[in-house]
């Protein structure tokens, strides 16, 4: 028994002996396993990122052109439409409907009345830099306007852009109101819904600017009035309701504003202009066309003239003492009363007056003054309320 137990007792001495060696080795690997982690953690922040994937190569103005004509069914266009196109040897300057500047860059795009032209409108026709027209009017086109067209700097020299007449839907981009070399904007006729954004009022150098019979509502935006240099302006059989925007320029050649009847005037209208109005080249007399500072006065007959004096009459010579009669002649005849003076002409009656011209009444929602001898509904200018002493009786 007494060696049995003193076995144990060194048994249990030898274990609270190794019992802080163990834990010794225990910290070291929790230390050590520690630090490998953070060489792992720093390894991997040294390391680099893996490459993003490369950016899809710009394509050609000439491989943008054979993009359009894949997507536009070329295929199916006349065969006139599509001579040349996609043939390398001459580039894409020779193609049908295409033109080049001096620097060989696609400056016109001309594929108007194209019979067969279908399908969309590729974004990457935008890239073209270098276009100034884009006349791709009466086609098949359907879809919607890129956006990419006047966004990001883009198509900054286009000055036409004439897409009317086709099946393009959907809104119109703000992009387009931030071409700032646009001067022709032609979307009549076509499956455009929604409003018109007040940025169209960045258009400086617009001049024309048709989207009659679209599909578009609202309001007309006031910054309409912007547009110093627009001479053509057609809204009419859209959605639009409301006021005619104030000082909306008065040098509007063509114009069609009234959307039957649901456009007011502004309040006050506008101020009747300070030129006069020019007579069109249509062979009407100037006079028609009276400045507004000074109309013309109405005609006056002529003054009477004054009657002329009748000359004196000469008096008749001393006639002869007469014979003493003789038995045989018969007495002498007795003189003959002398002729009554000439009777002076009549004055020349005056010119009849030229017929007044009763008075127009220019309605609030304004008027549009059409030439009478037109065929066409193309109206010569507006009219508002004031601007009374400009009119004639020209027009209907």
């Known amino acids: 028994m007494a060696t049995t137990e003193v076995r144990q007792l060194r048994f249990s001495s030898a274990q609270q002996r190794h019992r802080p060696a163990r834990a010794h080795v225990h910290l070291k690997l929790l230390l050590a396993l520690a630090g490998s982690a953070r060489s792992a953690a720093a390894n991997t922040s040294a390391s680099p990122a893996p490459a993003a994937a490369p950016a899809p190569p710009l394509l050609s103005e000439c491989e943008q052109l054979a993009a359009f004509f894949w997507s536009a069914a070329g295929p199916q266009w006349s065969a006139s439409s599509r001579r040349q196109w996609l043939d390398a040897e001459h580039g894409c300057c020779g193609w049908e409907g295409v033109g080049c500047n001096r620097d060989d860059e696609v400056s016109h795009i001309d594929l108007s009345r194209t019979t067969g032209l279908a399908g969309h409108l590729p974004p990457g026709l935008a890239q073209l830099s270098a276009l100034e027209e884009l006349r791709l009017h009466r086609t098949e086109l359907s879809g919607t306007i890129p956006a990419s067209f006047g966004s990001a700097g883009t198509l900054q020299n286009l000055r036409e852009l004439k897409l009317g007449r086709s099946q393009l839907s959907g809104t119109i981009p703000h992009g387009l109101f931030h071409l700032s070399a646009l001067e022709n904007l032609y979307l009549k006729r076509s499956e455009l819904s929604g409003t018109l954004a007040p940025e169209v009022g960045m258009l400086a150098r617009l001049e024309s600017f048709d989207i009659e019979k679209a599909r578009l509502s609202g309001t007309l935006p006031q ?130 007056a030229h017929p007044p011209s009763p008075p127009l009444r220019i309605p609030e929602a304004g008027i549009a003054i059409l030439p009478g001898n037109s065929r066409s509904n193309e109206p010569l200018f507006c009219l508002w309320p004031g601007d009374e002493a400009i009119t004639s009786s020209v027009g209907r």
Not at 329 to 337: D, R, T, V
Request: charged share 10%.
């Open 223 to 352: 910054q309409l009035a912007n547009l110093g240099k627009l001479t053509r302006f057609t809204v009419k059989e859209n959605g639009f309701h409301g006021h005619v925007p104030e000082a909306l320029n008065h040098g509007l050649k063509r114009c069609s504003l009234t959307d039957k009847a649901k456009l007011q005037s502004p309040s006050p209208p506008p101020h009747p202009p300070s030129r006069p109005w020019a007579a069109p080249a249509t062979g009407w007399p100037a006079w028609l066309f009276p400045p507004p500072s000074a109309p013309r006065p109405p005609l006056q007959p002529p003054p009477p003239l004054p009657p002329s004096p009748s000359p004196p009459l000469p008096s008749p010579p001393p006639s002869p003492s007469p014979l003493p009669p003789s038995p045989s002649l018969p007495p002498p005849l007795p003189p003959s009363p002398s002729p009554p003076p000439p009777v002076p002409p009549p004055p020349p009656s005056a010119p009849p």
